[in-house]
Every structure is written in C-alpha cells, then in structure tokens.
C-alpha cells in the first residue's frame, strides 16, 4: 500500500495520514522497496474448559460443596486435558455464594447480668493546654436491654470503682443479679492456674479483689431494697 500510495505521487505526509505510520518509517519501507508486513487477526482461543462448562454447572447446582480438586478429578475422567486451577477460576465465576448465617445473639433474662469493664482515653483539658491526660470510662452495660451507664474518672481504683457501680446502681433504679468483669486489674486479684497444689479449691478460678466481694453486696441490697 505504501508502495502503490507513492507511485501514485503522494508525499511522505499524506502517506502517513492514510497509513497512520510515522514517516520515518515510510521512508524507509520506500528506500527498501518493501511493504509493511500484513498482520491476519489471531484465530480465538477456545478454553479447554469449555466443553465441560454444563456439566459444571449442573453439578455445582446440584451439589455446591463439591470441592475444585473433586470436580477436576470427574473431568479428567471425561477427557478434560486442562489443569486444577483452570477448575478453580472456572468455579469462582459459578458457584453460589454462601449466604450469611445469622448471629445467636446470647440472651439474658431482664434484671440478671451486666457487664462492667474500664477503656482509656487520652485528651487534653482546656484548664491546662499542652498537656495529654489519660482518663477512664468506666461503663456498665446490662445483658438483656443493652443499656448502657457510663463515667468518665481520673484513675482506675478501687474507689473509683465502688462509687461508678453505686452511681450506676442508683441511675437505672436497681442492681443485677450478677455481673462479669473483663479481668479489670482494679476487680481480678490474681488468676490461679489450674492444678496449683498450694490455692486449694482456687486452683484453675479467678480471685477477686476482697475490698470489692465484701462491698458490692452492700452496694446491691441497697439498691435492691
């Protein structure tokens, strides 16, 4: 084409806005006498997995834990010349998706159990610019309304702790029948191992703080009463 478009008096500019070709590489097509090599359009590929794509299917429909490596081992039974992960990228593209199971969300009669725990925070108080404080969010959440009691306190003591429960106790008009704590350092004394020959009947249990297992039923009559 380039050839015949220069005999017929063209120049290399018009040549290249036909061709589409720079015309450096027009010229030197022409000071070779050559034409550019005419490139047929590659034949498609067929897959291998083709042929077997319905019978995936089914099967998959039918059956969808059958594992890739199951399903590979059946098509090479049948003639499939093709490999695992061929099975594999196919069956990503077929498979149902797994639908999301449901949450057992873990139930609690009202008035029976509240959860207690402390997280930190850090922030800086406008009294004393510059300076980053930590403070404490004591919360107490009940088990069945998922009601929520919070205070924000200076540290993590005992003190602390005894006061936020009689604060929570008196704010949502009673007390639970009992309460987990999230291994609290202020609550858990210590945790004894299972099988240690010298805590007795502690072994394997958690040993609360004795300030608190002697004031919290204090804590609970009253507001129970």
Same mark, same amino acid.
């Given at each position: 084409?380039?050839?015949?478009?220069?005999?017929?008096?063209?120049?290399?500019?018009?040549?290249?806005?036909?061709?589409?070709?720079?015309?450096?590489?027009?010229?030197?097509?022409?000071?070779?006498?050559?034409?550019?090599?005419?490139?047929t359009p590659?034949?498609?590929?067929?897959?291998?997995?083709?042929?077997?794509?319905?019978?995936?299917?089914?099967?998959?429909?039918?059956?969808?834990?059958?594992?890739?490596?199951?399903?590979?081992?059946?098509?090479?039974?049948?003639?499939?010349?093709?490999?695992?992960?061929?099975?594999k990228v196919?069956?990503?593209?077929?498979?149902?998706?797994?639908? /999301?199971? =449901?949450?057992?969300? $873990?139930?609690?009669? +009202? %008035?029976?159990?509240?959860? #207690?725990?402390? /997280?930190? =925070?850090?922030?800086? $108080?406008?009294?004393? +610019? %510059?300076?980053?404080?930590? #403070?404490?969010?004591?919360?107490?959440?009940?088990?069945?309304?998922?009601?929520?009691?919070?205070?924000?306190?200076?540290?993590?003591?005992?003190?602390?702790?005894?006061?936020?429960?009689?604060?929570?106790?008196?704010?949502?008009?009673?007390?639970?029948?009992?309460?987990?704590?999230?291994?609290?350092?202020?609550v858990v004394?210590?945790?004894?191992?299972?099988?240690?020959?010298?805590?007795?009947?502690?072994?394997?249990?958690?040993?609360?703080?004795?300030?608190?297992?002697?004031?919290?039923?204090?804590?609970?009559?009253?507001?129970?009463?």
């Open positions: 084409m380039i050839l015949d478009l220069h005999r017929q008096g063209l120049s290399l500019s018009a040549i290249a806005r036909q061709t589409g070709l720079d015309r450096k590489t027009i010229r030197r097509y022409i000071e070779r006498d050559l034409e550019p090599p005419a490139y590659r034949p498609a590929c067929v897959s291998k997995i083709a042929a077997f794509e319905a019978y995936l299917r089914e099967r998959v429909t039918a059956h969808p834990e059958l594992t890739a490596s199951r399903l590979h081992r059946e098509l090479r039974d049948l003639g499939f010349a093709g490999g695992y992960t061929t099975v196919f069956l990503r593209t077929i498979r149902p998706s797994a639908s /999301a199971g =449901f949450e057992v969300r $873990f139930e609690t009669p +009202p %008035g029976r159990q509240a959860q #207690v725990d402390f /997280a930190h =925070f850090r922030t800086v $108080f406008t009294d004393e +610019p %510059g300076i980053d404080r930590v #403070v404490w969010l004591f919360s107490l959440v009940l088990g069945h309304s998922r009601m929520l009691w919070g205070r924000f306190v200076p540290q993590q003591d005992m003190q602390a702790v005894l006061r936020c429960h009689a604060a929570a106790f008196e704010a949502l008009g009673g007390a639970p029948t009992e309460i987990l704590y999230d291994r609290m350092r202020t004394d210590r945790e004894v191992p299972q099988g240690s020959p010298n805590d007795g009947p502690q072994a394997g249990h958690i040993v609360y703080n004795r300030t608190l297992v002697e004031l919290l039923p204090v804590l609970w009559t009253h507001n129970l009463s």
